[in-house]
C-alpha cells in the first residue's frame, strides 16, 4: 500500500470510529439539537417577534445558531475518545496526525450538517421564512452550510487540539475560537442575506469576495493543521 | 551563582532606548508643530502620527511571533528561546494592537462622529487583539511547560494568519476606513506628511525592539524562577 492510501485509510477509520461513537450516543446529538432549538426559540424573545421578521435579523439569527452549535460541537470533539482513553490508543498507533484531524474534520462536518438539516426546518418554521426567500436560498444552503462547517469544524478541530491539555477549557476554546472564525460567520451571514429577494442592498463587497473568503479560511486552516498536526497531537 | 545570567544582549539593545526616544521627540516635534493642520481635519489628523506607527507595530511584533514560533518548530535546539521570543513579541503585539484601537477610536470620535463602527478595518483589528488576549490566557491556563509552549507557538501562527487580512481588508472589503494612503500609487498624501510619517513609525519600532529585548529578559526570568520554584517543591 502506498503512503496516500494509508493515509485515506487512517483518516477512513477515525471517520468511522467518530461515526459510529456518535451512533452509541445518540443523546449527545439530540442534546446539541435541543441546545440548537432553544437558541432558535430565544432570538424572537431577545431581539422582539416583530424585528425577527426583518430579513436581515433572520438570516443573522439562523447562522448565530449554527455558531454557538459548531462552538458547543467541536468542545466536545475529542471528549468520547479522552473519556474512553481511546486517545493514547490512536496516539500509539503508527497512523499519520494529520490522517487523525482530517478524519476528525470530516466527522464533524457530518456532524454539524446532520444537526443542520433539522435545525433549517426549525427556522423556516418559527421565523415564518416566507417561500421566496427558501425558494432562493435552495441553491446555494448546502454548499453555505459545507464550506462554512469545514472552516469552522478546522478551526474548532485545531483548537480542540491546542486546548486538549489547559486547565479552563470551556473558557478557552470560546475565546479563541470565536475570534477566529468571525470571517467565515460574516461571509454566511452576507451571503444567505444577499439571496435574500427582500433584501434591497447589503453593505459591504460583492458576493464573489465573501465566497473567496468561506473558500479560503477552510484551505488556511487545513494546511495548518497538516503542518502543524505532528505537535496539535502529542501524547 | 545566580539564578539567571546576565544576558549582554539586552546590555546592548536597551542602548538604544536613548536614541529611540530622540527619535520618538523629534518624531513627535515635526507632527505636532513642523506641519501644518489638514484642510478637512484640522488638527486631529496629528493622531495619525501616533496611530499608523502603533498599528504598524502591532502588526510587525504579531509576524516576528509566528516566525519566532515557525523557527522554533523547525529548529528544536532553539525551541524555548524561540517561544520565549514569541511570547515577548506577542506580549507587545498586545499592547501596539490595544493602543492602535485607542489612538484609531480617539481620531474617530470627531472625524467620523463615533467612537466604534463595525468598518472591517476595526473588526479584524479587534479580532487580531482579541486573538493575542486568548494566547496570555491559553499561556497562564496551561500548566505543562512543554504543553504551554507547544499551545502558544501554534496560537501564534494562527494569530498571524490575520494580519494580512487586516492589512487588506481596506481593499477587499467597502469600508468606511480610508484605503492604504502610502502605499498606492497615485497617493493624495503630501511627501511632507510622508516623511513626519516616517520619523515616528522609524522611532516607534526602535522603541519596540528595546521593549522586545526588555521584555524577552523579563519572560526568561519569569520561567526561570517558575523552574526554581517548582523543583523546590519537587525537593
Not at chain 1, 25 to 53: D, H, N, V, Y
Not at chain 1, 58 to 73: D, K, M, T, Y
Not at chain 2, 38 to 67: E, N, S, T
Request: glycine content about 6%; some cysteine; overall charge positive.
Amino acid at each position: 500500500m502506498s503512503v496516500a492510501q494509508i493515509w485515506q485509510k487512517n483518516c477512513r477509520l477515525v471517520f468511522e470510529y467518530s461515526v459510529r461513537t456518535l451512533l452509541l450516543r445518540k443523546a449527545s446529538w439530540a442534546g446539541t439539537l435541543a441546545f440548537a432549538a432553544c437558541l432558535a426559540i430565544l432570538f424572537p424573545f431577545a431581539f422582539g417577534t416583530e424585528l425577527i421578521q426583518k430579513a436581515e435579523i433572520r438570516h443573522g439569527a439562523f447562522w448565530a445558531i449554527n455558531e454557538f452549535v459548531v462552538a458547543l460541537s467541536v468542545a466536545r470533539l475529542f471528549s468520547v475518545e479522552s473519556e474512553g482513553g481511546m486517545l493514547e490508543y490512536f496516539l500509539s498507533t503508527q497512523a499519520h496526525r494529520s490522517a487523525l484531524l482530517f478524519g476528525k474534520i470530516f466527522y464533524i462536518v457530518l456532524y454539524l450538517l446532520s444537526v443542520q438539516v433539522p435545525l433549517l426546518l426549525m427556522w423556516v418554521v418559527f421565523y415564518n421564512v416566507p417561500g421566496s426567500v427558501v425558494a432562493s436560498l435552495g441553491t446555494r444552503i448546502v454548499p453555505l452550510l459545507l464550506l462554512f462547517n469545514l472552516g469552522t469544524g478546522t478551526i474548532g478541530a485545531l483548537l480542540a487540539c491546542v486546548t486538549a491539555r489547559s486547565t479552563a477549557r470551556d473558557i478557552l476554546m470560546p475565546l479563541l475560537f470565536y475570534p477566529l472564525q468571525m470571517s467565515v460567520l460574516l461571509a454566511a451571514v452576507s451571503l444567505a442575506t444577499l439571496s435574500d429577494p427582500n433584501v434591497v442592498m447589503l453593505a459591504g463587497t460583492s458576493e464573489q469576495s465573501w465566497w473567496t473568503v468561506m473558500l479560503g479560511v477552510p484551505v488556511v486552516f487545513l494546511a495548518l493543521g497538516v503542518l502543524l498536526s505532528d505537535v496539535l497531537f502529542q501524547e | 551563582m545566580s539564578l539567571v545570567h546576565r544576558d549582554t544582549s539586552f546590555s546592548l539593545w536597551s542602548k538604544l532606548l536613548f536614541p529611540a526616544v530622540i527619535v520618538q521627540l523629534i518624531g513627535w516635534y515635526l507632527g505636532l508643530f513642523w506641519i501644518g493642520a489638514d484642510k478637512d481635519q484640522g488638527d486631529v489628523f496629528r493622531i495619525m502620527f501616533v496611530h499608523v506607527p502603533v498599528a504598524w507595530c502591532a502588526f510587525l511584533w504579531i509576524l516576528c511571533a509566528a516566525a519566532f514560533a515557525i523557527l522554533g518548530f523547525m529548529k528544536k535546539s532553539l525551541f524555548e528561546k524561540m517561544d520565549q521570543s514569541a511570547h515577548a513579541a506577542i506580549d507587545l503585539g498586545t499592547v501596539f494592537g490595544a493602543l492602535a484601537l485607542a489612538t484609531g477610536s480617539i481620531w474617530g470620535r470627531p472625524t467620523w462622529g463615533v467612537w466604534w463602527d463595525w468598518d472591517p478595518r476595526l473588526t479584524t483589528t479587534l479580532v487580531m487583539f482579541l486573538i493575542c488576549c486568548a494566547y496570555h490566557v491559553l499561556r497562564s491556563f496551561t500548566p505543562d511547560v512543554q504543553a504551554r509552549r507547544n499551545a502558544g507557538q501554534i496560537v501564534a501562527i494562527l494569530a498571524a494568519v490575520n494580519v494580512p487580512v487586516v492589512y487588506f481588508s481596506v481593499n477587499i472589503w467597502r469600508s468606511l476606513h480610508q484605503p492604504q494612503t502610502f502605499v498606492r500609487k497615485g497617493s493624495s498624501a503630501s511627501s511632507d506628511i510622508g516623511t513626519v510619517l516616517l520619523v515616528n513609525t522609524a522611532a516607534m519600532v526602535i522603541l519596540s525592539v528595546v521593549l522586545f529585548n526588555l521584555r524577552r529578559t523579563a519572560v526568561a526570568t519569569e520561567e526561570a524562577l517558575e523552574a526554581a520554584r517548582e523543583g523546590k517543591q519537587q525537593i
